[in-house]
């Protein structure tokens, strides 16, 4: 049984496809990457998978069941822009989170946030918004969950951030969960990437093992992509 599949999914706005015919499998134990220019449909997947948005046909299953409220109590989503109540101390969304989610670590979270020199004392509001972003990704990756969906977690943080950022992913979620990152700065993360999704026009047209594509292209992932959506 996969961790994640995807049957004949399409989405529509009206007359606008904004996906189509979508099929994939992802398997525990990955880090995948969901790559493609902006506006192609990667956030509509996304919140597709987080049953944020109804399909306009297609199936979508977690685990082997359909996603629903089941599938959100394994899935740990981090949104591309900040959710959270600006006017919480970060303790007061650690004690949100910890009541809400059975599966939130606390003294993990807090251990987190200690690393990234954030202040648990300090009110959101007070907050740059990077520091905003930094917040949610500790709240994200201190759930035991089985997939992890981080919709662009480096867009707002500095160079050295992003590899410690990188690195709390790679050491935060057990080995059988996975994690698909959507993300538009490929050449940071292609280290940490077991398989690569590239997606164009609502469509997806390549998925591989990343070392397998690298090899067949002879370039890095980045040099790929750029290949492929060539302006």
Do not use: W
Request: glycine share 6%; with cysteine; charged share 30%.
């Amino acid at each position: 049984m996969e961790l994640l599949e995807i049957k004949n999914l399409n989405k529509s706005y009206g007359n606008k496809e904004v996906l189509k015919d979508i099929n994939l499998k992802i398997s525990n134990g990955k880090i995948v990457g969901l790559l493609g220019k902006n506006g192609v449909g990667k956030t509509t997947l996304i919140k597709l998978i987080n049953d944020l948005l109804t399909p306009t046909s297609g199936e979508i299953f977690v685990e082997g069941k359909t996603i629903g409220v089941e599938s959100k109590k394994v899935i740990a989503y981090l949104p591309e822009r900040t959710y959270l109540n600006k006017q919480m101390k970060v303790s007061e969304v650690i004690n949100y989170f910890e009541d809400f989610y059975d599966n939130f670590n606390s003294e993990k979270a807090k251990k987190l946030l200690k690393d990234l020199n954030l202040d648990i004392n300090e009110n959101l509001s007070k907050m740059s918004k990077g520091m905003q972003e930094k917040v949610q990704l500790v709240l994200v990756m201190s759930r035991n969950a089985d997939l992890y969906i981080l919709d662009e977690p480096l867009g707002g943080v500095d160079p050295a951030t992003r590899d410690y950022i990188l690195d709390t992913i790679l050491n935060n979620f057990n080995e059988n969960a996975s994690v698909i990152i959507s993300t538009h700065l490929i050449a940071d993360i292609e280290k940490i990437l077991d398989e690569v999704i590239f997606i164009d026009k609502g469509k997806i047209i390549l998925h591989s093992d990343s070392d397998e594509l690298r090899t067949k292209e002879n370039g890095s992932i980045d040099e790929i992509f750029r290949r492929k959506f060539k302006c």
